[in-house]
């Protein structure tokens, strides 16, 4: 069974501090990574993807790649009330196109 | 560009009903995908179209739910005989179908509930 673990939450930061949202994965024959943002009520917003060890940056955000250690996670710089939302890591498999999502994790930026 | 939409945006039925969900993806991607999501968890993946052929039909939980794309651009998703256990939102994702590397787009989902 593969599986994707997340810390449920919620994560509460003040406005202007890094979040750091963490993600744990069970089948070394992953291959993709993929944050996603999901607003109350609203659908899953692609945020970013990463496919080899190590950072990838994209404004605010960075995710990081540890495929020894199994993790992925997603740092956010300078919080903002406006990122408060759930984040979904998700992870897909060599020749195969489903996603396999974590629970999400959800964060809480206070002004 | 137009991104993945989805019809209903909401629908109510009653248990035992037969229900079908729409989802036209992103022009040019050949790649669909159902997922369904209940309050508090992640998408579950349901089923993959490559083209008009389901390529992953795994995640359907039983042969009460069927997915269709005949042409290769728009999928239903059929539930005959709802039960309550199947009220969810359903989420309708593209791709363009690249065999790594691949992004997958949501559309704002179908909220199914089964009364």
């Known amino acids: 069974q593969k599986e994707v673990e997340q810390n449920s939450g919620p994560l509460s930061v003040p406005e202007g501090a890094i979040a750091s949202l963490n993600c744990t994965y069970s089948?070394?024959?992953?291959?993709?990574f993929f944050w996603y943002r999901q607003y109350s009520g609203k659908s899953p917003e692609l945020i970013m993807f990463?496919?080899?060890?190590g950072d990838k940056e994209d404004g605010r955000f960075t995710a990081q790649l540890n495929k020894a250690s199994q993790y992925v996670s997603l740092l956010i710089r300078d919080s903002q009330p406006s990122d408060s939302a759930t984040y979904l890591c998700?992870?897909?498999?060599?020749?195969?196109?489903?996603?396999?999502f974590g629970q999400g994790t959800t964060l809480q930026v206070k002004p | 560009g137009a991104g993945v939409s989805q019809t209903p945006s909401n629908k109510v039925t009653e248990k035992g009903k037969y229900v079908e969900l729409r989802c036209d993806p992103i022009s040019g991607h050949t790649a669909l995908y159902w997922y369904r999501q209940s309050l508090g968890q992640g998408p579950e993946f349901l089923i993959y179209?490559?083209?008009?052929?389901?390529?992953?039909d795994s995640g359907l939980p039983n042969d009460r739910f069927f997915a269709v794309r005949p042409e290769g651009s728009v999928s239903t998703l059929k539930i005959q005989r709802t039960e309550r256990g199947d009220s969810a939102v359903y989420l309708c994702a593209s791709s363009l179908g690249q065999a790594d590397q691949d992004t997958q787009y949501f559309g704002p989902g179908t909220r199914l509930t089964v009364l």
């Open positions: 179209f490559q083209g008009t052929g389901a390529a992953d």
């Open positions: 089948d070394r024959g992953s291959q993709s």
């Open positions: 998700a992870v897909n498999y060599i020749n195969t196109g489903k996603l396999i």
């Open positions: 990463i496919y080899s060890n």
